[in-house]
């Protein structure tokens, strides 16, 4: 029976969605499920880790894992994978995990497959499911190396409770003399985030068509008036009309909310490729060639500038009722 | 202070795509420095112009084409580039890459290393930390702002909900977010500069680096799934009304 390791994810003691994810993905595939949880909260969080499948959870509360960035997780993952020989390393392709899942792969010389939406158990090894250009095709990637190291996108699985309870494993920090040297100095919040956009249930992203940072507002309202939160495109995000916190799309956040409203958002892979798995999409765009309105469940054509706070009133006025 | 920027040349990625016999991505048409590592030149040129003493150098790894990307990034005001190119590392996987990147970095002895956050094409963003893991230097990822004094390099890493403060001596490598700046375009000086600036030319044999199995074998090349066309309608001034009903109807409102 394989040995699967899923790499949990803490940040400030907070355990990061995507590590229930891929536990739901691990117990899909099969195996000896175990969690590699370091930090703060380690051993806390066995007992949520445990009803989403994991049967063991190797755990270290060191702060020095919270003090420096992956070094410190490097040195200790790859002590832990030399004396328990998984098979399979699951990590999510986040901006946390993919700096440990990075210098592991290296330090062990087995490399990795990252970014993929899926993995299959296929002939006593994985494959990985890679998107290729954007998104437009999929390559499926066969591992050779063991471990097979493999860094899954957010939100392509479905987290899911399966009951059970995760045996502790308390295991000791095994930290080079020379990787304490990226020191985490100070946590900046900038804003107060009314909904968490990977979380929110409703969506409104706007685009180039928004024509200016100055009307972002407009979708603030309606997100508002919805109870949602607000993402953008990347060509806003790098002209600089909104922070990069709210982009959505292959280099930005992946979603999937009950809802999502695009505005003035033409629908290049790089962005489809992130908010795709949306139950419903909702397009308003001034071309009526834009491929968003190709996949939207609704398309508009017409001028986000008019409709989005002519929507909000009407929102408002129904929810008044 | 010497600083290093890696830089790739990417398919244009508004050009067709098109795959090799081995299903990987085909790099023989059109090419583009990848935008990414433009915010990349750019910060090391901010970098140098507030040392007012510090060298950048480009280092790449691709075919003969990528010549053409890394005069680009020559153009905007690096001094000078290294330009790996060799007939084996055609499909290299990204260990592979890192491996090579590091050696002729290594020969540099540089006090810091620049990347982007991911390549616009690969977008695996696992160069970068194996690159930082085989140099034995710290990483310092997603900067929006990078603040050097002396040998310490201190940064400002983006996150969900604002930043993070992150700092380490030199040497170290960084990767850079949009944030950093808008990057400069190329002057005719720059251009006419960069015509005569060193582009050294390494082999896999000058490095001493042999290309192991690469990581992952690809075993076939699919459509993604699409999902299907709903409704498009004309603003005819019942937009919003329908608009209503849709989220009424999946219980939104």
Redesign the interface.
């Known amino acids: 029976m394989a040995k699967i390791w899923i790499y949990a994810e803490l940040t400030g003691g907070e355990l990061a969605p995507i590590s229930l994810e891929l536990l739901a993905k691990a117990r899909a595939l099969g195996g000896e499920i175990e969690a590699v949880a370091l930090g703060k909260g380690a051993e806390a969080s066995a007992a949520t880790l445990g009803k989403h499948g994991a049967k063991k959870v190797l755990a270290c509360d060191d702060e020095v894992f919270d003090k420096y960035?992956?070094?410190p997780a490097?040195d200790t993952m790859e002590a832990l994978v030399k004396a328990n020989s998984p098979d399979l390393i699951l990590f999510g392709?986040t901006?946390e995990s993919?700096?440990?899942?990075?210098?592991l792969?290296?330090?062990l010389?087995?490399?990795?497959?990252?970014?993929a939406l899926d993995v299959e158990a296929a002939g006593g090894g994985f494959?990985?499911k890679v998107?290729?250009?954007?998104?437009?095709?999929?390559?499926?990637?066969?591992?050779?190396?063991k471990p097979a190291i493999v860094?899954v996108r957010p939100k392509s699985f479905e987290a899911a409770e399966s009951g059970g309870t995760a045996k502790v494993e308390k295991v000791t920090a095994t930290v080079g003399a020379?990787s304490k040297?990226?020191?985490?100095?100070?946590?900046?919040?900038?804003?107060g985030?009314k909904v968490?956009l990977?979380d929110a249930?409703?969506i409104v992203s706007g685009g180039r068509g928004m024509q200016g940072p100055e009307n972002f507002p407009l979708l603030e309202a309606l997100a508002d008036a919805?109870g949602g939160a607000v993402g953008a495109s990347r060509a806003v995000?790098?002209a600089?009309w909104v922070p990069?916190?709210m982009q959505v799309g292959?280099?930005g956040k992946a979603v999937r909310p009950?809802?999502y409203?695009a505005a003035g958002i033409s629908g290049a892979m790089q962005h489809t490729v992130g908010m795709?798995g949306s139950?419903?999409?909702?397009a308003?765009n001034k071309d009526?060639e834009a491929p968003i309105?190709?996949?939207?469940?609704?398309?508009?054509?017409?001028?986000a500038l008019?409709?989005v706070p002519?929507?909000t009133e009407?929102?408002k006025a129904?929810?008044g009722k | 202070m010497k600083i290093v920027v890696t830089v790739k040349q990417i398919p244009d990625?508004n050009g067709a795509?098109k795959?090799t016999a081995d299903?990987r991505?085909a790099r023989d048409g059109e090419v583009v420095l990848d935008p990414g590592d433009e915010y990349g030149i750019e910060a090391a040129l901010r970098i140098k112009e507030a040392s007012g003493d510090a060298e950048v150098v480009l280092v790449s790894m691709g075919p003969a084409k990528a010549a053409d990307a890394i005069r680009k990034g020559l153009s905007m005001g690096a001094d000078r580039a290294i330009h790996v190119n060799d007939d084996a590392l055609a499909g290299a996987?990204?260990?592979t890459t890192?491996q090579v990147l590091a050696a002729a970095i290594k020969a540099e002895s540089p006090d810091l290393v620049i990347s982007g956050?991911?390549s616009?094409d690969g977008?695996?963003?696992?160069?970068?930390?194996?690159?930082?893991?085989?140099l034995?230097f710290?990483?310092?990822?997603?900067a929006?702002n990078v603040e050097v004094s002396g040998n310490t390099v201190?940064i400002?890493r983006?996150?969900?909900?604002?930043?993070?403060?992150?700092?380490?001596?030199t040497p170290?490598l960084i990767t850079v977010?949009?944030?950093v700046g808008?990057p400069r375009y190329a002057s005719l000086k720059g251009i006419m500069a960069a015509r005569s600036k060193e582009v050294k030319k390494v082999g896999l044999g000058d490095l001493g680096v042999t290309p192991?199995?690469?990581?992952?074998?690809?075993?076939?090349?699919?459509?993604?799934e699409?999902?299907k066309?709903?409704?498009?309608?004309?603003?005819d001034g019942t937009?919003?009304?329908?608009?209503?009903a849709?989220?009424?109807k999946?219980k939104?409102?």
Not at chain 1, 137 to 144: F, H, I, P, S
Not at chain 2, 123 to 134: D, H, I, Q
């Open positions: 960035l992956a070094q490097t392709f901006s993919r700096e440990v899942a990075g210098r792969s290296a330090r010389g087995v490399g990795q497959v990252s970014s494959v990985a998107p290729y250009f954007g998104g437009a095709k999929v390559a499926r990637m066969k591992l050779n190396n860094l020379d040297r990226a020191k985490l100095v100070e946590r900046v919040a900038e804003k985030e968490k990977e249930m409703i919805l995000v790098d600089g990069y916190s292959q280099t009950n809802v409203i795709k139950k419903v999409i909702i308003i009526a309105l190709k996949m939207a469940d609704l398309g508009v054509v017409g001028d008019k409709i002519k929507l009407a929102i129904k929810k | 990625p795509h795959l299903n991505m996987d990204a260990l890192a956050t991911e616009t977008s695996t963003g696992m160069v970068p930390p194996m690159l930082a893991e085989l034995g710290p990483q310092l990822t997603f929006k201190k400002q983006q996150t969900d909900v604002g930043y993070d403060v992150v700092e380490a001596d170290a977010t949009a944030g808008e192991g199995k690469p990581a992952e074998e690809v075993l076939d090349v699919v459509d993604a699409q999902r066309a709903g409704e498009v309608i004309e603003d937009a919003v009304d329908k608009i209503v849709l989220l009424v999946v939104a409102v």
